[in-house]
């Protein structure tokens, strides 16, 4: 069964409709006008808000969805909707903070867990895609929304990407957005680590992200056909990464093959079979 989650419902029944979503379920029922829901298409890892699941632990936000492993102090994967309304004239924040919100006892990564790292506090929702409100820029900077990234991955390949995302958006379009990071060990600026912070932050080897572009309208998941652009990439977390992210492209199915993880779930299984083997040939800015 698969639920959707509105941005605008309460956070209490947020986490009574958040659940995994797997391509055996059944077929998805007929999408609703929830086009700025930021599981729309799926959560990605079955995370749920339980403190008996800290390794794949549901964050839910109004600007963004997390699925959150406590043991490596950073996301499994974060979703979110990008559309025209979500910027603004807001400047960015720079308020790095620790997430008040992770359960009681749990280790709530600092910003200064990262200093003398060679690795950025690497935004997974980026903060320009944030700039509606100065409460939705502010919510991109707790700590919770970063990994340890490669600065020229950060600023450089991955900030390209975000950057034509927000092209995108300003040509007519509105976007789906999940991304994330896995396995361990990187190379930032200082040279190659596994973690930091002693070891409560894991480095991890690889970096992606999946853009589903649809023309701005309602009913999202009706929409998507199979032949809808789907952008991936997939980036070794190396500060020797070249800045064209166009070289990074990569399907959908291999990602889920190197992550582990179940990605646009929600989607009919005929349409995922189709969009998530095609790796992108589209234009780059």
């Known amino acids: 069964m698969r639920y959707y989650l509105p941005r605008a419902v309460t956070l209490g029944a947020l986490l009574l409709l958040a659940t995994a979503c797997s391509k055996t379920d059944s077929p998805a029922p007929v999408a609703i006008d929830t086009s700025n829901d930021n599981l729309l ?9 339980s403190t008996s699941s800290p390794t794949n632990y549901l964050l839910l936000k109004t600007q ?10 950073k996301p499994i994967w974060v979703s979110w909707h990008l559309g025209a309304a979500d910027m603004g004239s807001a400047p960015r924040q720079d308020d790095f903070r620790t997430d008040a919100s992770l359960p009681s ?25 944030r700039t509606a409100t100065v409460t939705d820029n502010s919510a991109t900077f707790l700590m919770s929304n970063m990994m340890p990234q490669a ?10 990407l975000e950057d034509y995302c927000r092209k995108l958006v300003s ?6 957005i999940v ?7 990187g190379t930032g600026s200082a040279g190659y680590q ?43 977390n190396d500060n020797s990464l070249n800045s064209a992210w166009s070289g990074y492209r990569t399907s959908v199915d291999a990602i889920e093959a190197a992550s582990g993880l179940d990605l646009l779930s929600a989607l009919p299984l005929s349409v995922q079979n189709t969009m998530e083997a095609r790796t992108d040939m589209g234009p780059t800015n």
């Not at 006892?105 to 895609?129: E, I, L, M």
């Not at 600065?151 to 390209?160: E, F, L, Y």
């Not at 040509?171 to 789906?176: A, I, M, P, S």
């Not at 309208?217 to 056909?225: A, E, I, L, P, Q």
């Open 151 to 160: 600065p020229n991955n950060n600023q450089q390949t991955w900030g390209n």
């Open 194 to 236: 596994t973690t930091i912070a002693g070891g409560k932050v894991t480095v991890p080897s690889n970096c992606w992200k999946v853009v589903v572009v649809l023309p701005t309208g309602n009913n999202d998941v009706s929409r998507v056909t199979s032949s809808t652009r789907v952008i991936a990439i997939n980036t070794p």
């Open 171 to 176: 040509q007519g379009n509105e976007l789906y």
């Open 105 to 129: 006892g749990w280790h709530q990564v600092k910003p200064t867990d990262y200093s003398n790292s060679g690795f950025d506090r690497g935004h997974n929702c980026p903060s320009a895609d």
């Open 179 to 185: 991304c994330g990071s896995y396995g361990r060990g």
């Open 64 to 73: 963004y969805a997390t699925g959150y492993n406590r043991d490596q102090g």
């Open 41 to 49: 298409m799926g959560n990605p890892s079955g995370a749920v808000s």
